[in-house]
């Protein structure tokens, strides 16, 4: 097979994969036509569920792994997503290691904190709007999430049938910030009111009316020189003037110009909107700061703090003067203070930062309407470090891609069977992990993300150790796989199942062959399956079969569907999860096509059964299951059993379609 002998450094680099951590080689064989394996050494194989999700098991092992780029939750590129500096900046522009700011939950109190952007990338879906009671528009997909006061809801779904998920309503309100406010046009007339706020006259204490930048913050100081010399001003460097307190970077105009500052820099007896926006920009920089639940102006001279004031009431800021009108102080919540940084624009970003303050709903966040655009659109999504963020000013669900996608820039089709990653290394170090005290032995799930028992597993031969580390350690486990290559393992399965808990699933969606080809080229066969079937329930081990999807038209005659629950039986399975055709994005486009190809008839009614999304309506859903039930008592397989929620000890875990966590890429438990 050509596998030795081939080194990272000797083949070219984008097959390599250089900059993957870990790597140690990527290897094609002429056995594995258009494949290339990017061998790693992985840190870590035990993967942790999130806590969102509401898969019933938390831990899961995957030795493989292909790259997917058909992420489950994806807005629209131009969504404004809030920088950890008070900024807004269109999702499509962030990048990996960006800061921008998720929430945490401290004591049943959720707050915003800064995170960093883990990964990025886009994909093209069909795009719904979502209006809220303020006019917000926000264009994701229908799996988005969104978080609510009654916790995340998808952007779409039902109360019923296989489509049945958490989604949003007009009864619904979602928490955040509020809507961002559009940043001032920085102009003439901005940069004038800027340098009037930042610039202080030191009058008396200087010679030849001599001009202070009042901070020492570099940012202001950038923006103020750099207005400046836009205004023909030659600038110095200076200190505070003596008495003032430590000495600190400032500039100062020098004494050229001093005659022109003193007149441009006058306050205007009717300042233009522009020139108050700047104003309290630069007003801020020099002496604002952001105390809690509010920001304060202090150190204000009688004519800085009367023309502050006329430029918050103009602007609709709610402020209270204090002490004497030296201070003056705005309320109103994070909320208030982000719309007075985006609105007027400060430099400082270190003052414009609001960690720890607390995450809220609002009257104008309450869901008006949720409604499909009718187009497929280029959506974006990324990977923060708090699995959140903040879009449009809600806090927006992000999607847990697997690290993968930071260091492969795969797509959502092809490279998906033609990159795969193997953890080299994966049953020493899972080994490792599971002989740390501090495992409690938990259930762990094989097959849930990528199917450990592909062809490569033949080459590999990662299983066996992987089924030895966690039955050595004590912990039940469950596999599910369309491959065959598990015949290999069952005496290791069926020896180490008299100590730990072994669960077997096998995927079958159909009996023909000839379909079977067309639809999931490079798969064995269903009667290869059924075999596999039949020698896990000889070895003693329970196998449930998932027959999924069923698709209308092509498998769902009352003769397919006997044949197949028929053939099910027979090969001895513990029990059958049947599930419809899921059309998700990405998903829907290929089998559209392949369908327009080979069966055009059936191309008008996929589109009726499908009109509402993903899901198939909720007639063909009924109608489905009385004809399943009749099929499933005729045969003997409404026992339970796996995918059912009295499954014995064992079976393998599989939910219902209507409560699968997408997240995790469930889309693998599917054959399209």
Not at 472 to 477: A, H, N, V, W
Not at 635 to 654: K, N, S
């Amino acid at each position: 097979m050509r596998w030795d002998g081939q080194r990272a450094d000797e083949t070219e680099p984008e097959q390599a994969l250089l900059g993957l951590s870990g790597l140690i080689r990527s290897v094609r064989s002429p056995d594995f036509s258009g494949v290339t394996f990017h061998e790693v050494r992985a840190r870590s194989v035990l993967n942790k569920m999130p806590k969102t999700s509401s898969m019933p098991f938390r831990w899961t092992v995957n030795p493989y792994r292909g790259c997917s780029h058909a992420c489950t939750y994806c807005l629209s590129g131009d969504t404004a997503i809030l920088m950890a500096d008070g900024r807004t900046k269109p999702l499509a522009d962030l990048a990996v290691g960006d800061e921008i700011y998720g929430t945490y939950s401290e004591q049943g109190r959720r707050r915003y904190v800064r995170t960093h952007v883990l990964a990025h990338w886009s994909t093209v879906k069909p795009a719904y709007r979502v209006t809220l009671e303020d006019g917000t528009e926000l264009v994701a997909s229908g799996d988005h999430r969104f978080l609510t006061e009654r916790g995340w809801k998808h952007v779409t779904g039902s109360r019923f049938g296989a489509a049945q998920r958490p989604h949003l309503t007009t009864r619904n309100r979602l928490v955040g910030t509020g809507p961002f406010a559009p940043p001032p046009e920085e102009g003439p007339e901005y940069r004038v009111g800027y340098l009037c706020g930042a610039l202080t006259d030191e009058g008396d204490t200087a010679p030849a009316h001599r001009f202070r930048l009042a901070s020492p913050d570099r940012e202001m100081l950038r923006r103020a020189r750099e207005y400046l010399t836009a205004f023909g001003v030659p600038v110095d460097e200076s200190v505070s003037p003596p008495g003032v307190g430590a000495r600190r970077p400032g500039g100062a105009a020098g004494t050229a110009g001093q005659a022109a500052l003193a007149e441009l820099f006058e306050l205007p007896v009717h300042p233009g909107t522009g020139w108050q926006k700047g104003f309290l920009a630069g007003v801020f920089d020099a002496r604002g700061r952001r105390a809690d639940t509010e920001l304060r102006l202090t150190g204000l001279e009688p004519d800085t703090a009367e023309a502050a004031r006329l430029a918050l009431t103009r602007l609709v800021f709610r402020h209270t003067v204090e002490d004497g009108g030296r201070t003056i102080r705005l309320s109103g919540g994070v909320e208030e203070q982000l719309r007075f940084f985006h609105t007027v624009d400060p430099a400082a970003g270190r003052k414009r930062m609001i960690d720890g303050a607390a995450v809220r709903g609002m009257p104008g966040l309450a869901v008006a309407a949720v409604e499909p655009t009718g187009l497929e659109l280029p959506l974006f999504d990324i990977t923060t470090g708090t699995g959140d963020f903040i879009a449009n000013g809600v806090v927006s669900h992000n999607c847990f891609a697997r690290k993968s996608h930071t260091y492969l820039d795969f797509d959502s089709g092809l490279d998906f069977d033609t990159q795969v990653v193997v953890k080299v290394n994966a049953p020493d170090v899972l080994a490792a992990q599971v002989r740390k005290p501090g495992w409690a032995r938990e259930h762990v799930a094989m097959g849930t993300n990528t199917d450990p028992y592909q062809r490569a597993e033949g080459r590999y031969q990662l299983m066996p150790g992987i089924i030895r580390a966690l039955a050595d350690s004590g912990t039940p486990f469950s596999i599910l796989t369309k491959g065959t290559v598990l015949t290999r393992d069952l005496p290791l399965l069926e020896s180490v199942s008299a100590d730990v808990s072994v669960g077997l699933g096998v995927s079958i969606a159909l009996l023909d062959r000839e379909l079977q080809r067309r639809l999931e080229p490079g798969t064995p066969s269903p009667q290869a399956r059924l075999e596999l079937v039949r020698r896990a329930a000889q070895a003693g081990l329970p196998c449930g079969v998932m027959v999924a999807p069923v698709l209308p038209g092509l498998t769902d005659s009352m003769e397919a569907l006997d044949g197949i629950l028929g053939a099910v039986a027979d090969a001895g399975a513990s029990g059958v999860t049947v599930l419809p055709l899921h059309l998700r994005p990405g998903a829907r486009e290929w089998f559209l096509r392949w369908l327009g190809a080979h069966h055009p008839e059936l191309v008008p009614r996929y589109r009726e059964l499908y009109a509402g999304g993903s899901y198939v309506n909720r007639h063909y859903r009924n109608w489905l299951g009385e004809r399943v039930g009749r099929l499933l008592r005729r045969h003997g397989l409404d026992q339970g059993g796996p995918g059912h929620r009295d499954g014995g000890e064992g079976a393998v875990p599989i939910q219902r379609a209507p409560e699968h966590d997408a997240s995790q890429g469930g889309d693998q438990l599917s054959l399209l």
